[in-house]
């Protein structure tokens, strides 16, 4: 039967024999019940049992303590120094990936094969060796700070730093979104683009540009909020002064040295909303590009 | 002249689908400046800094008992953590990719859920839940019990944040394949077990490869969350990044940077695996992509 559905279906649209297809695999392969009840069993317990225990503990807090541990001027000094460094991190990456992408789909050069795995160097090195070697090399001795520093241009222990520290964080997120996109996009697009006239600019900012929009507002999205909830990388570079260079995972690191649970945990509540409201505009941003690359060109 | 006119048209359609030679390399200088500024930099910091005093005060820094309580820790967390989210990823996999059943995205976006959480608010929960003044922590400190501030807690929060790693992989790779061999191996009367081990898993080893390896470089490097849950207690509660942490807060600069050397060469090794597991597993995507349809587009994220 499967063989019967799978001769009729070359050559046509898959879409519905495959849906049967799926269907009737729900009844011949065993391990639902078992992998399931596996994946929500540990999934409880991991996640989301430990999760709604920060919830429940912010329950017990007065709607007035929640606020006061939200706003003081420190912790909302804080935010803005995240979100701030976050956006032009994320942003710088949005061009710059964007660019390392181009170049690896469409360009041959020497090393190609190398600098393609290298993108990936944030993802495994540790955060805490980033943050003490982008210091190391920032700082007023350091390869880099050496000559910027006679510049008047310090980023070690500036909020500028935070920002190089983000970048380096959130780079590969775009790189990586970006890319198969661009492998998959069709060249007939722009040649004809260009048989009517169009310049190569125009190619680019009309035809390509929109094609990978979703893609490209993914990577940016998840290379934001990869750098809001950044700790290790960032507290080795930042200089972590209260007020101007104190990001807000911080903020809960020093109230959970005070013993502070209850205002920890409002200010990790806000930050857990935020990831949340992250998540679902990049689950939409995936949905739309979904739907893009599945509609008939 | 219609002729010349059509072969016009198409150099030029042809031209259009890339760029003149200089913007191509101007393109090409700036990202890989940009990369050489922004990559390759930190990583040969790390080890220029671990080497600066010569070789002799490299090994002197990693041979104090401490780091080798670290190194230790670092190694027995990750034997525990990757193993435990392997089986998960395999599971969760399997269910995901395999069948269609309602919340099927919901249950996704659930499992992808810890890669958008803080570090530190991961950390933060397990305190909350196990912690002297949190759900269990009177319970545990009667049975003299100790999760958080000790061994078990580093292992929980690793496993928190190292969570998706493998079934993230393993989701679009076995949606890709889709369903028919397994079927195939069910209807000539192998079990469930059988058609796992001789079937999926051949298919899917260097997708799960990547995974694992990727699950593991996180698990030994992270910092945030265990940093939270350690309590650094030297030489107990210390992994490789919290002693890298103590040693440079320390001014001992190049102990710091011989610890991290060791994380940076885990990294380096990491790269090429993943780059090799990556090469198979598109060369397998390949051959799958030869037989048959009756499967999904592969969903690459």
Redesign the interface.
Known sequence: MTAATSVAARGAVPAAPARAARRASKRVLPGFGLTLGYTLFYLSIIVLIPLSALLFKTATLSWEQFWTAISAPRVVASYRLTFGASFLAALVNLFFGLLIAWVLVRYRFPGKKIVDALVDLPFALPTAVAGISLTALLAGNGWVGSILEPLGIQLAFKPAGIVVALIFIGLPFVVRTVQPVLEDAEKELEEAATCLGATRWQTFRLVILPSIMPALLTGFAMAFARAVGEYGSVIFIAGNMPMVSEITPLIIIGKLEQYDYAGATAVAVVMLVISFVLLFIINALQAWQRRRAGAPA | MSATTATR?IR????????APW??WT??G???A??L???????A??FA?ALRKGFGAYLEGLREPDAWAAIRLTLITAAIAVPLNL??GV??A???A????KGKAF?T??????F??????AG??????F?A???IGPWLAAHDIKIVFAVPGIV?AT??VT?PFIARELIPLMQAQG??E???A??LGA??WQ??WHVTLPNIKWGLLYGVI?CN??A?????AV??VSGHIRGQTNT???H??IL?NEYQ?VA??AA?SL??L???V???I??IAEHRNEQALKAAAEL?????AP???
Not at chain 2, 37 to 43: K, S
Not at chain 2, 220 to 224: H, I, L, Q
């Open positions: 048209t030029r359609a042809q031209a259009g689908t890339t760029e913007v191509r393109l090409i700036i990202a890989l940009f990369m500024l922004f990559l390759v930099l930190p990583l910091a790390v800094e089986v998960f599971a969760a399997w269910c995901i395999k069948y269609e059943f249950l976006t659930l499992v992808d859920l810890p958008s959480v803080s570090p530190v608010v933060l929960i397990y305190v909350l839940v912690g003044q949190g759900w929980l496993v928190f969570f369903n028919d397994e079927q195939a069910i209807v079990t469930g058609t796992f990727l470089a996180r030994m490097g992270e910092f945030g940093s939270v490789i990044p919290l890298v942490e440079y600069s710091a940077f991290a994380l940076a885990l990294a380096l990491t790269l090429v993943k780059t048959p349809p009756e499967r999904p969903a690459g994220v």
